[in-house]
């Protein structure tokens, strides 16, 4: 139990960097300093990912990286990016499924 805890938090900060990684990449997109961050950022997610991936399995690990999309719907809000109704229920949806399968 103690080692699916580790690589639930390990999963998780390799969600939210990220997450932040394509936010610092959008913004990137105008501003090269921000790019060569966004790009650290997503490698180090990828490294961290790669970690978790040789200690649980696949389905387990991959059904966090749906939480990106909700961490990125909200994130956007900052890059002044609309956040509608529809958008919050797919993202009350996703982060209930990802629920569920941690749970089992």
């Known amino acids: ?5 580790k ?3 390990i ?3 390799s969600v939210l960097l990220g997450s ?3 936010i610092f ?3 990137g997109t105008k501003d090269f300093e921000f790019l060569a961050i966004g790009i ?3 490698a180090l997610s990828t490294i961290l990912y790669f970690y978790a991936l040789s200690k649980e399995e696949l389905s387990w690990c991959y059904s966090f990286v749906g939480l ?3 961490i990125v719907n909200l994130l956007s809000i900052l890059l002044g990016e609309n956040f509608s109704i529809l958008k919050l229920v797919g993202s009350l949806a ?3 499924g990802v629920i569920f399968v941690a749970l089992n």
């Open 20 to 22: 932040f990684a394509q």
């Open 94 to 96: 996703i982060t209930i």
């Open 40 to 42: 650290l950022l997503y």
């Open 11 to 13: 999963i998780l900060f």
């Open 7 to 9: 690589i639930l938090s």
């Open 1 to 5: 139990m103690k080692l699916k805890i």
């Open 68 to 70: 990106s999309y909700v």
């Open 25 to 27: 990449l959008k913004i």
